[in-house]
């Protein structure tokens, strides 16, 4: 018999930002490891990485 689906989610680790470490919501569509305080306003996917620009 499988357990009830809020137990598996209370399984789950809680997310919190990595700078203040805020628990953040947990959010089915983005995926990031800041706060949208810590981040600027800005929240990026979980997978985007910033491509560091080569020097000239
Ligand atoms: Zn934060």
Redesign the pocket.
Known sequence: MLPPAHQFFETLPQKQ?A????VMEEQSECYTH??V??SGGTVYPFGFKLVPVPPK
Do not use: D
């Open positions: 930002c700078k203040c470490g805020t800041v706060c305080e810590c």
